[in-house]
Structures are given as structure tokens and as C-alpha cells.
Nanobody, 118 residues
Framework: QVQLVESGGGLVQAGGSLRLSCAAS????????IDWFRQAPGKEREFVAS????????NYADSVKGRFTISRDAAKNTVYLQMNSLKPEDTAVYYC???????????WGQGTQVTVSS
């Protein structure tokens, strides 16, 4: 059974940095994307970034390009989201999700709260 566990959220001032982690287990992820999404209060969940497990392909939402970096450590089965130059509008619950290449179904983690104060 696929398990995704996020960690690393917290409270940070605007301009600061956080690194989120997504520990993946339960299967081999070699044919999977790992995605980061976020959901702010009263808003729909939105895509943030994704990486294919090999690390050769990454994708970012325009709102985070140049500030966030997604990476993975295959040995630790962990995907990271380094978030720099944080803004109050980045405040949200951040979720990681796994999706097999060529499909739309995702397994989801429980989320981690990120709060950016102005």
C-alpha cells in the first residue's frame, strides 16, 4: 500500500525558507511522478511542482518558478520541496501525491501546514 508522509511545514516570516519532505513507501516509484499541491483556506487545491522519480523531468507552477525547487533522494525514497523567498500568499496546506506515468489517479499524503507571516 502506497504511503506518503509529508513533514517540514511550519511558521516562517515573509522572505524566509522552508524545506518540505515527502517520504514515500509501499512500492517502487520508478514509473511515477511525485507532485506537490497546496490548498489555501477557501481555495481549490492547486498544483505546485512535480518530479519524475528518475529526477530527469521537473515542472513548476508559474507562481513558484524561481523560488521553489523540487528534488528527490532515491536512496531515502524522499522528495523535497525547497521553498525560498516565501510570501504570505504561499500560506497553505501542502500535499504530496504520487501518480503513475500515463495515468491520472493519485495517492495523497495527509498534508503539512505552511504559514508565512507578513
Amino acid at each position: 500500500q502506497v504511503q506518503l508522509v509529508e513533514s517540514g511545514g511550519g511558521l516562517v516570516q515573509a522572505g524566509g525558507s522552508l524545506r518540505l519532505s515527502c517520504a514515500a513507501s509501499g512500492r517502487t516509484f520508478s514509473s511515477y511522478f511525485i507532485d506537490w499541491f497546496r490548498q489555501a483556506p477557501g481555495k481549490e487545491r492547486e498544483f505546485v511542482a512535480s518530479i519524475i522519480w528518475s529526477g530527469t523531468v521537473t515542472n513548476y507552477a508559474d507562481s513558484v518558478k524561481g523560488r521553489f525547487t523540487i528534488s528527490r533522494d532515491a536512496a531515502k525514497n524522499t522528495v523535497y520541496l525547497q521553498m525560498n523567498s516565501l510570501k504570505p500568499e504561499d500560506t497553505a496546506v501542502y500535499y504530496c501525491a504520487s501518480r503513475r506515468v500515463g495515468t491520472t489517479f493519485r495517492y495523497w499524503g495527509q498534508g503539512t501546514q505552511v504559514t508565512v507571516s507578513s
